[in-house]
C-alpha cells in the first residue's frame, strides 16, 4: 500500500467572512436550494470561478489555439447545459451560480415533481430512492447532463407524495389518549345574560332573596 492521497480543500472561502451583503445573500441561497450548508455552495462557486478563469486565460493565447480549447471548454458546459450551442466565452465568463445550482440532481428532482420541497428532494435521493437510466445516484449535488435528464426517475418502486397533509386535531387526540373528553361550553354570552335576568325575576328567586330573620322580627312584636 502506498501513502494515501493527500486530500485538497475543493472550494475557496472569501475575503471577507462576516460581509452582510455577501451572508445574506449566500443563506438565501442554500435556503432556496436546499443546501447542507455554504460549504457545498462554495463548492459550486468555486468551480464556476475555475470555468471563468479558464475563459479568461483563453483570451491571451494564439487565435489558433484558442479555437481548440474553446471548443473543449464549451463543450464540457453544453453537456451540462449551462451554455448553448453556439456559445463563446463571453457566455462562458457571464455564467451565474443560480444558473449552476439548476442543473444539480436535487433540484431537478423537486421541478420535476418527485419531491414538495427541495429538502425533502435531499433526502429522497440520500437515501437511495432516485435513479437515472435505472442506476441509483445518492449524491445531491450531481450535475445532471441534459440527455441524461429525461430519464430521471424513481429507483424501482415509485413513493407516495402527499401535496396537502391534514391538520391533526391535537384535542381529539389528547381525549383520545386519556381516554375522557373534555366538554366545551357551547353557551354564548348573550345566552348567560339572558338566563341571569330569567333566574332574578323568577319567584324562587325573589323567596332567596328575602331576609330569613323577618318572621322572628314579626313574633317578637
Same mark, same amino acid.
Given at each position: ?8 480543500? =475543493? /472550494? ?8 452582510? =451583503?455577501? #451572508? ?8 432556496? /436550494? ?18 471563468? =478563469? ?8 494564439? #487565435? ?36 449552476? #445550482? ?7 428532482? #423537486? ?8 429538502? =425533502? ?20 449535488? /450531481? ?9 430521471? *426517475? ?24 386519556? *381516554? +375522557? ?6 353557551? +354564548? ?16 328567586? +325573589? ?15
Amino acid at each position: 500500500m502506498g501513502d494515501p492521497k493527500k486530500r485538497r480543500k =475543493q /472550494y475557496t472561502t472569501p475575503r471577507k467572512k462576516w460581509d452582510k =451583503q455577501l #451572508l445574506v445573500s449566500e443563506r438565501k441561497l442554500v435556503d432556496f /436550494y436546499g443546501l447542507k450548508n455554504k460549504k457545498e455552495l462554495r463548492k459550486h462557486i468555486t468551480w464556476l470561478r475555475n470555468k471563468r =478563469q479558464i475563459a479568461r486565460s483563453l483570451l491571451a493565447l494564439p #487565435l489558433e489555439t484558442r479555437m481548440v480549447r474553446e471548443k473543449e471548454l464549451v463543450s464540457g458546459l453544453r453537456k451540462i447545459g449551462l451554455v448553448k450551442t453556439d456559445a463563446i466565452l463571453d457566455d462562458v465568463l457571464g455564467l451565474k451560480v443560480e444558473e449552476l #445550482l439548476e442543473k444539480r440532481l436535487q433540484t431537478l428532482t #423537486l421541478r420535476k415533481g418527485l419531491a414538495n420541497t427541495s429538502k =425533502q428532494a435531499r433526502q429522497f435521493i440520500v437515501h437511495g430512492h432516485i435513479s437515472i437510466k435505472g442506476k441509483r445516484i445518492s449524491a445531491p449535488g /450531481y450535475l445532471v447532463p441534459i440527455d441524461e435528464a429525461s430519464e430521471l *426517475g424513481w429507483h424501482k418502486k415509485p413513493l407516495k407524495i402527499e401535496n396537502d397533509k391534514p391538520k391533526k386535531d391535537l384535542k381529539k387526540e389528547f381525549e383520545e389518549s386519556a *381516554g +375522557t373528553e373534555i366538554e366545551t361550553p357551547t353557551e +354564548t354570552v348573550e345566552e348567560k345574560k339572558e338566563k341571569v335576568t330569567a333566574t332574578k325575576g323568577s319567584p324562587a328567586a +325573589t323567596e332567596e332573596n328575602t331576609p330569613k330573620d323577618k318572621g322572628k322580627v314579626e313574633a317578637t312584636e
